[in-house]
C-alpha cells in the first residue's frame, strides 16, 4: 500500500462514516464501468493495462452484483463483507501495474488515482448500516414497491 493510500485510509477512518449503501452501491457500479471502459480503450495500445483494468472491473462488478444492498441482484454476501472485499479490490487497484509490468507507464496513474479514490469512498462508508436497530425498518421500506 503507497504512501498516500495510507495517508488517505487514516483521514477518512476519523470521519464520520457518510456514505449510505444506495450511494455506494451507484459509486460502485461507475468505477466498475470505468475500469471496464478503460480497457476497452487501452486494448490495442497496452494489453497489459487492459486485463488489469478489465480484471478490476470485473471484480468489482461481481462484487457489488452478489451483495446484499440496493443495486446488488444475487444478495449472496453481507453489506459488511462486501466492506471486507472493496478493502481487498483497492489492494488489487493499487498493485495491477506492478504486478502486470507497467508501473513506470502513463496508463498506471489511472490505477493510483483509483485506487485513492476507492480508499476514500470504502473509508467514508458505513458498512455496518444494516447492523444499526434503527435500519431495519428502512431496510423494509427499501423493499417495498412503490404504490
Request: proline letters at 5%.
Amino acid at each position: 500500500m503507497s504512501l498516500w493510500q495510507v495517508g488517505v485510509q487514516m483521514a477518512t477512518g476519523k470521519l464520520p462514516k457518510v456514505i449510505k449503501p444506495r450511494p455506494h452501491a451507484m459509486i460502485d457500479y461507475a468505477a466498475a464501468g470505468s475500469f471496464m471502459l478503460m480497457g476497452a480503450l487501452w486494448w490495442r495500445r497496452n494489453k497489459r493495462a487492459a486485463i488489469g483494468s478489465l480484471i478490476c472491473g470485473g471484480a468489482t462488478a461481481v462484487n457489488s452484483l452478489l451483495t446484499d444492498y440496493p443495486g446488488g441482484m444475487f444478495r449472496v454476501i453481507s453489506y459488511r463483507h462486501h466492506g471486507r472485499i472493496d478493502a481487498g479490490i483497492v489492494g488489487l487497484t493499487a498493485a495491477i501495474p506492478s504486478f502486470m509490468n507497467f508501473r513506470n507507464q502513463p496508463e498506471a496513474r489511472f490505477f493510483i488515482l483509483r485506487a485513492l479514490g476507492q480508499t476514500a469512498i470504502t473509508g467514508l462508508t458505513d458498512f455496518d448500516y444494516y447492523e444499526h436497530p434503527w435500519s431495519r425498518r428502512l431496510r423494509h421500506e427499501e423493499n417495498e414497491p412503490a404504490v
